[in-house]
């Protein structure tokens, strides 16, 4: 039973630019939700979705922006990439509706903007 | 607006002694988890022990207790029988039951266990 992957492990964009990164979830789970780590900090939540649809989300700007698929994989978009969007991004799965406590973190994507 | 609060930034354990992280905690929710993942150097975070706002008894997993005091508003994790594995960074978090699992993290304790 694969765990949540995310993919690619390493990325390096320049200011500006847009980039997208992707994540597949556990299998059996349907919500997925996506965050940001700078350097030194605590994760931050971005947003998070289920059903396809954005249900939350936290204290980031429309830079950043979603999608989720079908078969409950999803993609993170960021664009005009400033310095500061260089962290470690975390995508982390679960199940709506379970009380379950445990969310699934994936590896992460590493995104340097210089 | 959930707050989580952890004052340590690093710790030094020798192998084999217990070891205290602290955490304390802010919310206006009646019903919320209580978690502490751990995260080695590859940026992986590791589920280590939950606590629901109303477990009357402290969460356990192994090596991993949960010293939760709801009054004080902490939820300490204690680690005994250090190991050099144990070496990571630690973040306490948060989430309420709203439906929604969104994770509330404060900034986390670097834990150093030598030989």
């Known amino acids: 039973d694969a765990g949540v992957t995310q993919s690619p492990t390493h990325l390096i964009k320049t200011r500006g630019q847009q980039v997208t990164l992707r994540c597949s979830p556990k299998?059996?789970?349907?919500?997925v939700s996506w965050y940001q780590q700078a350097l030194g900090q605590g994760p931050q939540f971005i947003f998070q979705y289920y059903e396809e649809e954005e249900r939350q989300r936290g204290n980031f700007p429309d830079r950043f922006s979603g999608h989720q698929f079908p078969n409950y994989s999803s993609e993170l978009n960021v664009n005009a990439l400033l310095l500061g969007d260089s962290a470690l991004y975390l995508c982390?799965?679960?199940?709506?509706?379970?009380?379950?406590?445990?969310?699934?973190f994936g590896p992460g994507t590493r995104l340097t903007v210089t | 607006a959930q707050k989580i609060t952890q004052t340590q930034p690093g710790m030094f354990v020798q192998e084999k002694e217990a070891v205290t992280l602290d955490c304390t905690y802010d919310?206006?929710?009646?019903?919320?988890?209580l978690f502490w993942y751990k995260q080695p150097s590859s940026g992986e975070m590791i589920f280590l022990i939950y606590q629901g706002s109303y477990d009357e008894q402290n969460a356990t997993e192994g090596r991993y207790s949960l010293n939760f005091q709801k009054a004080r508003k902490s939820a300490n994790l204690v680690i005994s029988a250090s190991q050099l594995g144990d070496s990571a960074m630690y973040f306490c978090a948060m989430r309420d039951f709203t439906g929604f699992q969104k994770l509330v993290f404060g900034t986390g304790t670097r834990l150093l266990v030598s030989p």
């Open positions: 919310t206006s929710d009646q019903s919320y988890g």
């Open positions: 982390a799965s679960s199940r709506r509706g379970e009380l379950t406590y445990e969310q699934y």
């Open positions: 299998s059996g789970h349907d919500t």
